[in-house]
């Protein structure tokens, strides 16, 4: 059963930062029109449609992006029974999707010490 929470939460989180990417890349996007359109002579008749198009698929990003960080927050909740080191822990690993080593120099902690706070985490999947 947490094993399947924390696929999900691996899941939703890449989920997230794919949308991420998306908004920023059409953000991108949007600069790029906007600056021909504003160099362009007005009587030019350059179509604003693509900067609209790229505005309403941000929107629709960012709504979509809203729901999954819901659901997210919803499992995630469901942790709160963790010590703050093991929260940060699940955090950094199942969010962030740092390696062990990273998540080490993260916190400061050992390697070890961060299995055993992952240990902790794990240990409820039998109940």
Not at 2 to 26: P, Q, V
Not at 27 to 55: A, C, D, Q, V, W
Not at 72 to 92: Q, V
Request: net charge positive.
């Amino acid at each position: 059963m947490i094993n399947n929470k924390l696929n999900k939460i691996k899941i939703l989180a890449f989920k997230i930062r794919r949308i991420n990417e998306k908004i920023e890349s059409l953000r991108y996007e949007i600069e790029y029109h906007t600056s021909i359109y504003s160099e362009l002579p007005k009587n030019f008749g350059y179509n604003k449609s693509m900067i609209e198009i790229f505005i309403s698929r941000i929107e629709e990003l960012e709504m979509k992006k809203a729901e999954l960080q819901i659901e997210l927050d919803k499992i995630l909740d469901e942790f709160t029974f963790l010590s703050e080191n093991s929260y940060k822990i699940l955090i950094y690993r199942c969010i962030e999707n740092l390696t062990w080593d990273q998540i080490s120099k993260k916190t400061g902690y050992s390697k070890t010490s961060c299995f055993r706070f992952w240990s902790e985490i794990k240990k409820y999947n039998s109940s």
